[in-house]
């Protein structure tokens, strides 16, 4: 792929744009900030640049780049992947290539795009298909909604959709990977997932098709004997933990109402944007997981449940509840008519599940005034049941100024004093209760790793003093060069050689990739623009640094200066140990060199 679609690409699309689909971001200056969409963090250290077109997370992970490698980085894609989603938000055309050259994933993507076509064809042209329709109709689907979400009929055979796709060129073992057919054991012949369901398309962010669902709807014996629904398994497209049905649509509603409404179901989804509510997701046949709340947390804080919300068992619904808590969500609870789901509501009358999600209680009043509405919190036994049921709650709650409130609030409604209730949550044990703790660690320990000396510090000072000013980089003597590092010589010889403006287009790839096999696409090897971490880093925080015009001068002396002494002593320190070890060798004549040696660099140092 050439670097001028590359470029075609960037000057078509704002990385801003792009990452607000993803993170929530905020203006800063003449920047954006955010929380980092690839690790776990309270305070916001993820940055983008309108006039750069780059990114950079400023925390733990310190990952960065260009509009490419976001896309690579949180759609876990290649880059040949990254280019074709770039490529159609650009409305640029790629050139097609060989089917030797695609990917698996691509592979992949292309039997299932064409699968949810030939399953939509099968609902509007086949004889079942027009059945489903009825079913979809009576439950309040309406055609645009159907059309919406590409909705489909599965034919009953047992390879209907196999045949054809193999009749497309498609292998039958590709087929299976894409989670479609099931080989059998036995006659090691292969059969359709899929057959005689309504099928709902799963989509990704970028609304392509990773996976789908099946739901039987023909009220026969077949329905007691088979699952109501049935999913696609996991695959290297999809992965049901990460994966939340409708955010595609949903995204930009949550971002502009900064609130996102979970709900159980396909049906409550496709229904709740059907009502105007379009701010709803569901999870696709999973319980809610870490991952999925790190997803919505990109967008909002703000989470509504639209489902059963039964806390007092140990459903995976408490679990979900209690990650999102110790994640620092803010919780609403949307109270549904007692034995209704948002689907159904919205059947009788949309107007009322509207009403349910603007009444939405708080999960504080929701424990004080729903969960624990039925013990009798007069008595000992009534108050120990409510206390075993909202401590555990309470201690989940990150903000210690709201953990307070709740405490104080339970101490009143049971009326007992604070300090018992403190001295009961002390002994409570909460093993959901630290969030990916291995993940944790992990950034922990790269973060102690990446700590930087007060040379490389320093170092990267200069630089950002030289982007701040790019004329004073003549002020860097040649004889200056020797007390900086590899890296810092190659940044400020490129600045000095191209321009400053040029780091944003810098090559970085090494000698020993360089020298690698050439593949089509490959980013990297071909030689095209690419953005390492060191140099966005550098860019953004130059961009961010608030430094006065006329002290730039005075402070890039004093930053060589500094690094000046801290090599030399360095230097001094490492010939004093060579000198000493010589020594007690008895190589006189290697530590009279070395002796030598010293001498002159103090002397030419004035050290």
């Known amino acids: ?281 569901a999870t696709s046949g999973t319980a809610l997981t870490e991952d999925h709340l790190r997803i919505i947390k990109r967008y909002s804080d703000n989470l509504f449940t639209a489902f059963d919300m039964d806390l007092a068992g140990g459903s995976a619904t408490k679990r979900g509840i209690h990650m999102a808590q110790a994640m620092g969500f803010n919780i609403k609870v949307v109270l549904m008519p007692e034995g209704k789901d948002p689907a159904d509501l919205v059947l009788t009358n949309p107007d009322k599940f509207k009403e349910a999600v603007e009444k939405a209680k708080s999960i504080h009043d929701f424990y004080f005034q729903d969960v624990v509405s039925g013990i009798d919190k007069n008595s000992l036994e009534g108050k120990k049941n409510i206390s075993e049921i909202i401590l555990p709650v309470i201690k989940r709650i990150p903000n210690k100024v709201e953990q307070a409130v709740w405490l104080k609030d339970l101490a009143d409604f049971l009326e007992i004093r604070e300090e018992a209730l403190l001295e009961e949550m002390k002994k409570i044990s909460l093993e959901d209760s630290q969030i990916n703790r291995a993940e944790i660690d992990s950034l922990e320990r790269k973060e102690e790793k990446s700590r930087k000396t007060r040379k490389e510090g320093l170092e990267e000072y200069l630089i950002i003093l030289i982007l701040k000013k790019p004329d004073l980089i003549d002020r860097i003597k040649e004889n200056n060069y020797r007390f900086l590092s590899k890296k810092t010589i190659e940044i400020l010889n490129f600045i000095k050689e191209k321009g400053s403006e040029s780091l944003t287009k810098r090559i970085v790839y090494s000698k020993k990739e360089e020298e690698s096999e050439k593949k089509e696409g490959d980013y990297l090897n071909n030689g095209l623009l690419e953005l390492n971490d060191k140099v966005t880093y550098l860019l953004l925080k130059a961009d961010i640094e608030e430094i006065e015009e006329k002290k730039i001068e005075e402070e890039l002396e004093n930053c060589l200066r500094e690094i000046k002494k801290i090599f030399v002593k360095e230097k001094i320190e490492n010939l004093s140990r060579s000198i000493k070890e010589a020594e007690k060798n008895g190589e006189t004549e290697k530590a009279a060199v070395l002796l030598k040696e010293l001498a002159e660099i103090t002397k030419e140092e004035n050290l």
């Open 1 to 281: 792929m050439s670097d001028s679609v590359i470029e075609e690409i960037k000057s078509r699309l704002d990385i801003v744009d792009i990452v607000k689909e993803y993170v929530k971001l905020e203006k800063v200056g003449a920047n954006y900030r955010g929380l980092c969409p690839f690790h776990l963090e309270k305070t916001p250290s993820f940055f983008v640049s309108p006039s750069r077109q780059i990114w950079h997370c400023f925390g733990a992970c310190g990952e960065g780049g260009d509009i490419f490698k976001f896309i690579m980085k949180i759609e876990g894609v290649e880059f040949s992947e990254a280019l074709r989603i770039l490529a159609r938000k650009a409305g640029v055309e790629l050139k097609k290539e060989s089917s030797k050259i695609r990917t698996e994933k691509e592979r992949l993507a292309e039997i299932l795009e064409i699968s949810c076509q030939f399953f939509e064809t099968q609902l509007k042209k086949s004889r079942r298909g027009e059945e489903a329709i009825k079913y979809l109709l009576k439950r309040g689907v309406k055609e645009e909604t159907i059309n919406k979400w590409r909705l489909g009929y599965a034919p009953e055979s047992w390879r209907g959709l196999s045949d054809f796709l193999v009749g497309r060129g498609y292998k039958r073992e590709e087929i299976e990977k894409a989670g479609l057919s099931i080989k059998s054991p036995k006659s090691g012949k292969y059969y359709d997932r899929f057959r005689g369901r309504i099928i709902f398309p799963i989509f990704n962010l970028n609304s392509q098709v990773v996976a789908f669902g099946g739901r039987i709807f023909n009220n026969t014996s077949q329905e007691s004997k088979e699952a109501k629904y049935i999913n696609s398994p996991a695959t290297v497209l999809y992965n049901k933990s990460k994966i939340l049905y409708g955010l595609d649509k949903a995204k930009k509603a949550i971002r502009e109402k900064d609130s996102c409404i979970l709900v159980e179901g396909y049906m409550d989804a496709i229904m709740a944007h059907q009502a105007g509510v379009e701010n709803a997701v």
